[in-house]
């Protein structure tokens, strides 16, 4: 285990940038001084629902948090919620969750943790699953639990509170999702708990749940929440708007080269590691606009990669998008003959099969937009006009989608 290290001064700088709010911050500095006078290390809990198979920029940022504070020495616990992903976190829905079965849990909770261990030292790391403590519990147990919330607290919630304005059905399971992170909080004796600002009020139940229970309440350290690459809504991979943290290295730079620029900011300051003196000689006016947004790539790139691959990620770029050349390496997009007839595709199922699009609907936006074209070689490429009308495809074409997207078709051979 790493020895803790620095003032506490020097500790709080580090754990304030790219924070959106630290609650109390008076009781983190008391806790980090008494870690540090005593070398005991802090608890820090961060609990990842294992609700979808990948991680994105936006929902690494505690990740990131959380390995900060390992840096420093202090101990990291993460929980995966496999109970608690069967309920879904309600923060920020304005509809109930679909349930997900056991399989597709574990599924997705082994593929986070693949994608976990790009951030966090899981070699240091403490790793529980909520279903140990859950799955034991009695409905007596249950009962007892839920008696330390009323229904008032949980209609505090400004989600719950619009849902129910609206005439939107609010799940009795959902109401008792806060008190179950909480409860986490209880057993493992949670100094800190990481999250974004959605999470507040559960990390707060989490407090005055382990008050209740004897035990020194939690602080919380939240990250605020990241707009997607629409630069309004928030980094979904449903809304197609994300950077995913395992995607290719090209796809990872072409897509960050998309942020709009009233956001850069922000991604400097909450995606990548830049020093703020050099964030802010980029943000200045002493920089050219695009200069800063290909060191803000690169610096996104090798957060999760290395130097040398956001080296090639940039070049590529440029050689694709400057000198308008194809990329020398593209994925290959198998096309079942199950959706080819004579020869030809729906270009809807096409980016489905893809994976750029989320829906029919996102799809046919795209082509709509003239997004999509189709061809043998970069001065072939004709754009896609009709969602509604099937295209003839080819082994070998080019599929370009968006201005960063390639990809290879094969096709079976249905001579």
């Not at 496999?82 to 399989?103: K, W």
């Not at 007892?144 to 609206?166: G, H, I, N, P």
């Amino acid at each position: 285990m790493s020895k803790l290290t620095g003032t506490v001064d020097e500790q709080l700088k580090r754990l304030r940038r790219g924070a959106a709010d630290i609650v109390p911050e008076e009781e983190l500095k008391d806790m980090l001084k008494q870690s540090l006078d005593k070398q005991q290390p802090l608890r820090v809990k961060l609990g990842l629902d294992p609700t979808a198979p990948d991680i994105h920029v936006g929902n690494a940022l505690p990740l990131h948090k959380m390995r900060r504070f390992q840096d420093l020495g202090h101990h990291a616990v993460l929980i995966i919620g496999d109970f608690t992903a069967t309920v879904g976190d309600p923060s920020g829905q304005n509809e109930m969750r679909p349930t997900l079965s056991h399989e597709e849990i574990a599924e997705h909770a082994q593929t986070y943790l693949d994608q976990v261990g790009k951030i966090v030292d899981l070699d240091e790391a403490e790793i529980v699953r909520n279903s140990k403590w859950f799955n034991e519990m009695t409905f007596e147990d249950m009962l007892e639990l839920s008696a330390r919330l009323t229904v008032a607290r949980c209609l505090e919630r400004d989600d719950f509170r619009k849902r129910l304005d609206e005439g939107r059905t609010v799940g009795l399971h959902e109401l008792m999702y806060p008190l179950m992170q909480a409860y986490d909080s209880v057993k493992i004796k949670s100094d800190v708990e990481l999250g974004g600002t959605d999470q507040i009020f559960n990390i707060m139940l989490g407090r005055e749940l382990q008050r209740q229970m004897g035990q020194r309440p939690q602080v919380a350290v939240t990250n605020p929440l990241l707009e997607g690459l629409d630069g309004s809504a928030k980094m979904s991979k449903s809304k197609g708007n994300y950077i995913g943290i395992s995607e290719p290295a090209d796809q990872m730079f072409g897509k960050a080269m998309s942020i709009p620029d009233h956001l850069m900011e922000k991604y400097f300051i909450l995606a990548t590691d830049l020093p703020m003196d050099r964030i802010r000689h980029l943000l200045s006016d002493e920089v050219h606009p695009r200069k800063a947004k290909g060191e803000l790539a690169s610096a996104i790139v090798k957060r999760y990669y290395d130097e040398e691959t956001a080296c090639q990620a940039a070049a590529q770029f440029d050689k694709v998008f400057k000198d308008r050349e194809l990329p020398d390496e593209m994925p290959e997009l198998e096309v079942p003959a199950g959706e080819i007839e004579g020869g030809e595709v729906w270009p809807v199922k096409l980016l489905r099969l893809a994976d750029v699009a989320q829906s029919n609907s996102q799809a046919r936006r795209l082509i709509s937009q003239g997004g999509v074209s189709i061809g043998q070689d970069a001065d072939s490429l004709d754009v896609i006009e009709d969602a509604n009308t099937d295209i003839e495809i080819k082994d070998g074409e080019i599929l370009k989608v968006g201005k960063k997207r390639f990809f290879r078709l094969r096709t079976p051979d249905i001579s």
